[in-house]
């Protein structure tokens, strides 16, 4: 499962060449050929609500499923693995949305994504030890019902008010002329 930013040609090929299904949305406007009568948008055909077996373009044979969405848009999710169901779809659709949920609140959390280092050992340990701290407020967020902003905005103000009351740090008064 994978998010549709990354569903490129090249990507599920090399998905394929491992042996591996994928799953992963579709843009509306990726060409498909449903009936070997020349190819169309995704959004242009009719998709069964079970899912229809298409022709994608450069790729070959893939399952794809049109969903609506409470908004009133639609997605489309395609898979390689052509006897998938739309029970296993929504089963692995809500695991990728759960997938979704952990990296925004990693990114929202921890600035994971503000790493200004250059070498890869330094943005590795920065990576590492952002996914540890934001374990750790995940774990005190589960125990204590609280959302990951509220986690952070009490660490930071706990911190704020900790420095406001010993200071570790003193500024020096500004020189007088």
């Known amino acids: 499962m994978f998010d549709g930013w990354y569903s490129s040609l090249a990507n599920v090929k090399g998905l394929r060449g491992l ?3 994928w799953l992963t949305r579709l843009k509306a406007n990726r060409k498909v050929n449903p009936d070997r009568t020349g190819l169309r948008a995704v959004s ?5 609500a079970t899912g229809t077996i298409v022709h994608l373009e450069g790729y070959g044979l893939v399952k794809v499923f049109r969903i ?3 908004d009133g848009t639609t997605d489309h999710w395609a898979t390689n693995h052509l006897g998938m169901t739309d029970l296993d779809r929504v089963r692995l659709a809500d695991a990728s949305w759960r997938i979704e949920e952990y990296h925004r609140g990693l990114k929202q959390v921890t600035n994971v994504e503000r790493c200004q280092c250059r070498a890869e050992v330094a943005q ?3 990576i590492g030890l952002a996914i540890r701290a934001f374990l750790v407020v995940e774990r005190w967020c589960f125990g204590s019902g609280v959302g990951w902003l509220r986690a ?3 660490i930071v103000h706990q911190a704020v008010q900790a420095d406001r009351a010993h200071p570790i740090y003193r500024i020096p008064p500004p020189a007088t002329i």
């Open 19 to 21: 042996g591996w299904h």
């Open 68 to 70: 609506a969405a409470p």
């Open 124 to 126: 590795r340990n920065h």
């Open 152 to 154: 952070k905005w009490q």
């Open 44 to 48: 242009a055909c009719d998709i069964a």
